[in-house]
């Protein structure tokens, strides 16, 4: 009856009410939004304007200005911290940077293959009493401590340079199986097997000939770990097959002793096209 | 219908603080590598600076740690350089190119390595995917004093094609050492010689 007409009602009001409310928070949101983002395009606009006259100038004066009284002591602190920043990164370029410490240097070694820097590892050396290894971030399947036991006291140039052949042939050999895994994975068959110094790998993968594809495995030592190519390579067709696939065999066994693996699988693809 | 139009405002809002983000960052960019302080306007720079935290009546920590980690960084840079033999002279560098993951770098350096100089240029080209940033170096042209060697300039050029300044670094170091102990070796004979022939 008439309670439950009044309950209704009162149900209604409140109803209409809850959501009169939250369509003014929603405007209200939708407004501060708003403002917000005419805020942001005017600082945006401003920075813009102030690159656009920083470029004019720059491409004005080819070179630099000196800079001479603009700027306050911090400021040009801050400058001088920056720049010489740059020139310790320089340093990460060359293969051996390292910082200064309280008991003595960490060195950091990097690591690249051509035009590309890989990773870098960091020997954290004390100095007194006498030169010792604190700690590192060398893999445990690079010979450290028999490079160590043999140069790190008499000649610590020379400890790091053999130390960073060892890790530049390791970087390498590593690079080029991750490249083939990664750019060449349709002409390879299974997986790509490898020991952890990537000294050591084998695989399957498949040679078009005449129409049909053949597949091939293929074994490749590298018995000197100071060096990316191997020592020996292991080339053979896994099926009995035309004679002539035993020369594609050679020649790719050749290939692979002097040539990087992605850029020899590389030029596979590319006499393909050719025959094509 | 609002609810979309929130949405294309946070959106917005989101895109505009990155474009902003870039352009400070651009902007310090530039400031920094157009702008030069010789080392006189660098130690003016430190006296002012010091006088400036005397005056303050309680020390602030973060400004004085700037003249700190300019001495540590000097002293990082002075044994790196006596520790390889490599020593930069000049190192000018223009930021070509700034995108949120993706920073390309121009670079102009001459230095020598013992007694040997060298003059480099190249770009580097950073790229941040995940937690990785990668870094390449592009359009790499080297001069080397010892050119007129034709071992020298066929290194030079082989490295170039290949972009492969860590090996360039890295032989330098045994080439500079070698053509160092060579030129000492004859600089001797040379005066044994003149010492021999005047008797």
């Keep these: 009856g008439v309670f439950s007409h009044l309950e209704m009602l ?11 409310e939250e369509k003014k928070q929603q405007e209200e949101k939708l407004t501060s939004l708003k403002e917000r983002v005419e805020e942001l395009r005017i600082q945006r606009d401003r920075l813009q304007a102030k690159v656009d006259l920083q470029k004019k ?117 590593k690079y080029q199986a991750d490249q083939l895994q990664e ?42 770990i ?15 097959a035309p004679a002539h696939l035993e020369e594609t065999a050679a020649a790719h066994s050749e290939l692979f002793r002097h040539m ?15 025959v094509d | 219908m609002d609810i979309s139009m929130c949405h294309v405002y946070e959106d917005e809002i989101k895109s505009l603080e990155e474009e902003i983000k870039l352009l400070a960052e651009q902007y310090e960019d530039i400031q920094q590598e157009s702008t030069f302080y010789s080392e006189e306007e660098i130690l003016m720079a430190i006296k002012a600076f010091q006088s400036e935290l005397q005056g303050e ?52 350096i001459s230095g020598k390595c013992h007694s040997l100089s060298f003059q480099l240029e190249f770009q580097l080209l950073e790229m941040q995917d ?17 050119g007129e060697d034709a071992n020298v300039s066929k290194f030079v050029s082989r490295t170039e094609e290949h972009g492969d300044l860590l090996t360039f670094f890295r032989s330098l170091s045994s080439y500079a050492e070698w053509y160092e102990h060579r030129r000492r070796t004859f600089l001797h004979f040379k005066v044994v010689s003149i010492k021999l022939l005047s008797i």
């Excluded at chain 2, 995940?130 to 080397?144: P, R």
């Design chain 1, 10 to 20: 009162e149900a209604q009001a409140h109803e209409a009410d809850r959501k009169q």
């Design chain 1, 57 to 173: 100038r720059q491409s004005g004066k080819e070179g630099v200005v000196s800079g001479a009284a603009e700027l306050s002591a911090g400021a040009v602190l801050e400058w001088k911290i920056r720049s010489v920043k740059g020139m310790l990164q320089l340093f990460y370029l060359t293969g051996i940077s390292g910082k200064l410490t309280k008991q003595g240097v960490c060195f950091s070694i990097s690591t690249a293959y051509e035009s590309t820097y890989l990773d870098s590892y960091h020997l954290d050396l004390l100095t007194k009493p006498a030169v010792r290894i604190h700690r590192h971030s060398v893999p445990v399947f690079i010979p450290l401590e028999q490079i160590a036991k043999r140069y790190l006291q008499t000649d610590i140039r020379r400890f790091l340079s053999i130390l960073s052949d060892h890790l530049n042939a390791y970087a390498g050999r």
């Design chain 1, 183 to 224: 750019r060449f994975s349709d002409q390879l068959e299974g997986s790509l097997q490898r020991n952890s110094l990537c000294n050591l790998l084998a695989f399957n993968y498949k040679v078009p000939s005449g129409g049909k594809t053949f597949p091939f495995s293929a074994r490749l030592i590298y018995r000197d």
């Design chain 1, 226 to 240: 100071c060096c990316s190519l191997p020592t020996e390579v292991m080339v053979s067709c896994t099926v009995k």
């Design chain 1, 260 to 274: 990087a693996l992605h850029k020899a699988f590389c030029t596979f693809s590319s006499t393909e096209e050719k």
């Design chain 2, 57 to 108: 009546s309680k020390g602030n920590e973060s400004r004085s740690d700037l003249k700190a980690q300019l001495e540590s960084l000097e002293a990082d840079l002075s044994f790196l350089m006596k520790f390889t033999c490599v020593q930069f002279t000049s190192h000018s560098k223009r930021t070509v190119e700034r995108y949120r993951n993706r920073t390309v770098q121009k670079h102009r």
């Design chain 2, 130 to 146: 995940e937690e990785k940033v990668s870094t390449v170096i592009t359009d790499l042209s080297i001069v080397m004093e010892s």
